[in-house]
């Protein structure tokens, strides 16, 4: 049982991650038969040592750290921003009519047109990274707690109401619960743009963080530490990614288990 | 052969199919007898550039020479980069960029010389704010210094100036800010110090409240930091082109010196800005290549303990063959 077990599970991860595989295996191939081009493009194996190596410093430890720490506070910033809008947009359609249209006038811009702009604003370092974290996560987040809350059960409201309950209760109680799973979902969906802009944001200004590793990498020719780079910030997508799912999977199994 | 079999084998012959193809597009670049064409392909970079002069003037129509000015690369380290790609034969960089190409395997080599610090004509300058309390090296402690790029010349001579005053790398914050930028941040406060370059540094100045800290003729004397860099692909399939275009190269210097204000008002409008922003640029005898100062870059950087450098020599990274 146990081992039938390992094996499926086994299959289901090689299944998942087949084209990966399959990438990786061909990559280690052209390297084994020396058909990359060396100057642009390492081996793999070369790649993974030297991601390694450097994952044993604690500067690029100090990259790491101080991207996440922008793109967290980014996060953050995005969220205590968006919640409030987003309950009162879904809440009442007056709000949402009012406010919509000028959200739908600034969603298209492009944050990296955008980041010269900042730095003008708010100069280089933190700052401007930390808007252009928030700029690229706050709207998708503030659209799935819109949907959230136009989708709590009407019932559950009119229930709430007729027994008395509060605005704050009902907020508390129903509302907060119920877009739970939608906010944990608008994060999931702005993880992918932070990680694009972040890196892009370092490369000017920064002294620290995976994009100027990268950057400073492809300025001094160091093409394996870009390489290394490019992997962790994708192994850092990757994790972030499938906390959310998890914590998502969780929320779900939890309302269920209260609807039942 | 099941449908998985099919389709892992297809998946590594696309895979393989495309090394392959780069591969032998590199080959084929090196190698191979094409067609000699007196053309050479110039990533073009927005910095006084004796080929501005030289277009402008029809130098290089003289020698029989097509010039092509491709896209418009931010620095060196990117036309190093679209030079070992193929998709251009020749640009400007700092030797510390072409000294890091080379290690890294990039088949290029300095021929002619572009930037240098010289009387009159220091061309890199650190500056600080007019009221900055940084008055001489020792304020630096504790201090952000801005520069276009870590790992290159303007760092490099920073570093060279904090050594020689007794200061350690680690007692300051060194911040990559392009050099577009680096007055705004300066006047920001964002920085401390900024390394410039004409016309940036012209127009800074210009507009007032900036004091020069120390500039590379402090630092470093008269010294060779750009070269203009030839593919050894060019310079192995068309050795005339090269000679061409260092032949109309130097004549583009020779009018550069010769006439200080003309030559101005051509990179001025070539940057849109005005003729008093651009600073008078000199150039090496000749314009030739200066093994002592490639030298100088390149034990500096192992100073650094910049990795892959120990097999290099200064001929491996710069040459006056195409300049005689």
Same mark, same amino acid.
């Given at each position: ?6 094996l499926?599970?086994? &299959?289901?991860?090689?299944w998942?991650n ?8 061909c ?5 084994y ?5 060396? @100057?642009?493009i390492?081996t793999l194996?070369?790649v ?7 994952l044993q410093?604690e500067?690029?430890?100090?990259h ?7 793109i967290f506070s980014g996060f953050f910033l ?6 409030p809008?987003?309950?009162i947009?879904?809440?009442f359609?007056r709000?949402n ?12 811009l492009?944050p ?9 604003l708010?100069g ?5 990274k ?6 690229v996560?706050w709207i998708?987040l503030?659209?799935?707690?819109i949907?959230?809350?136009q ?5 559950y409201l009119?229930?709430a +109401? ?10 508390k109680e ?11 979902t608008?994060?999931?969906?702005s993880?992918g743009s932070?990680l ?16 100027f590793?990268i950057l400073n990498a492809?300025?001094t020719f160091r093409? @394996?530490?870009l390489?290394?780079g490019i992997?962790?910030?994708a ?5 972030i990614?499938?906390f959310?799912?998890?914590?998502? &999977?969780?929320?779900k199994?939890y309302n269920?288990k209260?609807?039942l | 052969m ?8 297809i998946?590594a012959?696309?895979?393989?199919g495309?090394?392959?193809l780069n591969?032998? +597009?590199?080959?084929?670049s090196?190698?191979? +007898?094409?067609?000699v064409?007196h053309?050479?392909?110039y990533?073009?970079? &927005?910095?006084?550039d004796?080929?501005y002069?030289a277009?402008?003037?029809?130098y290089f129509d003289d020698?029989?020479? @097509?010039l092509n000015l &491709?896209?418009?690369?931010f620095?060196g380290p990117?036309?190093?980069m679209?030079?070992?790609s193929?998709?251009v034969d020749?640009?400007i960089a700092a030797t510390t960029?072409?000294?890091n190409?080379?290690?890294a ?7 002619l010389d572009?930037q ?7 061309l890199? +300058?650190w500056y ?7 008055k001489n090296?020792n304020?630096?402690?504790?201090k952000?210094?801005?520069?276009n790029?870590l790992?290159?010349?303007f760092?490099y001579?920073?570093i060279?100036y904090l050594k020689?005053?007794?200061i350690?790398?680690?007692?300051v914050?060194f ?6 930028n ?5 006047r920001a406060k964002?920085?401390d110090?900024a390394g ?9 100045y210009?507009r007032?409240g900036?004091r020069i800290?120390f ?7 008269e010294n060779q930091?750009s070269l203009?860099?030839m593919?050894?692909r060019?310079m ?7 000679r061409?275009?260092s032949?109309?190269?130097k004549?583009? @210097? ?6 200080p204000?003309?030559a101005?008002e051509?990179i001025a409008?070539i940057?849109?800005v ?8 000199k150039f ?7 093994e002592?100062?490639i030298?100088?870059?390149?034990e500096?950087?192992?100073s650094?303990?910049?990795?892959g450098l120990?097999?290099?020599?200064v ?5 006056n063959e195409?300049?005689?």
């Amino acid at each position: 049982m146990k081992r039938s077990f390992i094996l499926s599970r086994l &299959k289901s991860l090689l299944w998942n991650n087949f084209i990966i595989l399959i990438l990786a295996f061909c990559w280690l191939l052209a390297g084994y038969l020396g058909l990359n081009n060396e @100057v642009f493009i390492p081996t793999l194996t070369e790649v993974l040592i030297n991601t390694f190596n450097l994952l044993q410093t604690e500067k690029f430890w100090g990259h790491i750290l101080s991207s996440l720490g922008v793109i967290f506070s980014g996060f953050f910033l995005s969220f205590i921003v968006a919640m409030p809008i987003g309950v009162i947009m879904g809440s009442f359609s007056r709000m949402n009519a009012a406010l919509r249209n000028f959200i739908e006038l600034i969603r298209p811009l492009s944050p990296l047109a955008l980041y010269p702009l900042f730095i003008y604003l708010f100069g280089i370092g933190f700052m401007p990274k930390l808007i252009i974290v928030f700029w690229v996560s706050w709207i998708p987040l503030l659209f799935n707690i819109i949907t959230g809350v136009q989708r709590v059960n009407e019932d559950y409201l009119r229930m709430a +109401k007729t027994f008395g309950a509060t605005r704050k209760q009902i907020l508390k109680e129903i509302i907060l619960p119920a877009i739970t799973p939608w906010i944990i979902t608008g994060m999931r969906l702005s993880i992918g743009s932070s990680l694009l802009v972040i890196v892009a944001a370092e490369m000017i200004g920064s002294n620290s963080g995976i994009g100027f590793f990268i950057l400073n990498a492809s300025y001094t020719f160091r093409i @394996v530490n870009l390489y290394s780079g490019i992997l962790v910030i994708a192994i850092i997508g990757i994790l972030i990614n499938s906390f959310f799912l998890w914590w998502e &999977k969780n929320i779900k199994i939890y309302n269920n288990k209260i609807k039942l | 052969m099941n449908k998985l079999s099919i389709f892992i084998a297809i998946a590594a012959i696309i895979i393989i199919g495309f090394f392959w193809l780069n591969n032998q +597009k590199n080959d084929e670049s090196l190698g191979s +007898k094409e067609r000699v064409v007196h053309e050479i392909n110039y990533a073009q970079i &927005k910095v006084f550039d004796p080929v501005y002069i030289a277009l402008d003037q029809g130098y290089f129509d003289d020698e029989g020479l @097509v010039l092509n000015l &491709k896209g418009e690369t931010f620095g060196g380290p990117q036309a190093l980069m679209a030079t070992a790609s193929g998709d251009v034969d020749a640009g400007i960089a700092a030797t510390t960029a072409i000294i890091n190409a080379v290690a890294a395997g990039v088949n290029v080599k300095g021929i002619l010389d572009v930037q240098s610090s010289m009387n009159d004509s220091a061309l890199m +300058k650190w500056y600080v704010l007019e009221d900055s309390i940084i008055k001489n090296p020792n304020d630096l402690r504790g201090k952000k210094i801005g520069v276009n790029t870590l790992g290159a010349s303007f760092h490099y001579t920073v570093i060279q100036y904090l050594k020689d005053n007794n200061i350690s790398e680690n007692e300051v914050e060194f911040l990559a800010v392009p050099h577009g930028n680096l007055e705004q941040a300066l006047r920001a406060k964002q920085i401390d110090v900024a390394g410039m370059i004409d016309p940036f540094s012209e127009i800074a100045y210009d507009r007032g409240g900036l004091r020069i800290l120390f500039t590379a003729m402090d630092v470093l004397g008269e010294n060779q930091f750009s070269l203009i860099f030839m593919s050894e692909r060019k310079m192995l399939n068309d050795p005339e082109a090269v000679r061409k275009f260092s032949r109309a190269y130097k004549r583009a @210097v020779d009018f550069i010196n010769n006439n200080p204000e003309q030559a101005a008002e051509i990179i001025a409008n070539i940057f849109e800005v005005d003729k008093k922003y651009i600073s008078q640029h000199k150039f090496q005898p000749e314009a030739q290549v200066r093994e002592d100062d490639i030298n100088y870059w390149l034990e500096f950087m192992k100073s650094q303990s910049v990795p892959g450098l120990e097999d290099l020599t200064v001929d491996g990274i710069g040459t006056n063959e195409f300049n005689q």
